[in-house]
């Protein structure tokens, strides 16, 4: 099977989790993202310093994020860029959810599964994902093209300064 990679993804071995963390991982999860294959175990962030802060709380917790610059139990996937460390566990890339190919998605699975299926969070649905329709502003660029508005509970609300839309930023406070 598959996890969906959205926005910058935090996969981790489901059998490290089991083995390895002291307490329980849906008690740090902090947000509505988490899917599992019940081989990897993937949780969504929007921003870098959300992605970090949760890694650094899975380490805390008895996880290894990297040794030697490879990932050991946990990987950091970028939807459009993939692994964003060397992984010698998982497979990335995208799948078609419908016969015409107009739903990709990006995925990843344990390296060597045969299955195609893919796990998405409770209540996922293409319409309202970022597969569906995100828009990525690099960190070092937030300041020349998004004007920050507001904060409402716990989404960064901007001004995107070329379209005039407002843009949306789930942030989790982790």
Known sequence: MSVIVEGISVVTRTDAIASKLQGDFLSLVPNQTYCTDNELTRVGFMTPMDTESFVRLLTSAGLIHLKDRAAIDIVVVDQL????SLCSWIEYGQ????????????VCRLKGSESNRVVMPSGWTFATSLSNSHKFVPTEQVSNTMKFIRSEDGVDV?????????????????
């Open 158 to 174: 901007y001004l995107d300064l070329v379209t005039g839309e407002e843009r949306y930023v789930g942030r989790t406070g982790a």
């Open 95 to 106: 799948i078609a959810l419908d016969s015409a190919g107009t739903q990709r998605v990006a």
């Open 81 to 84: 860029r993939g692994p964003l």
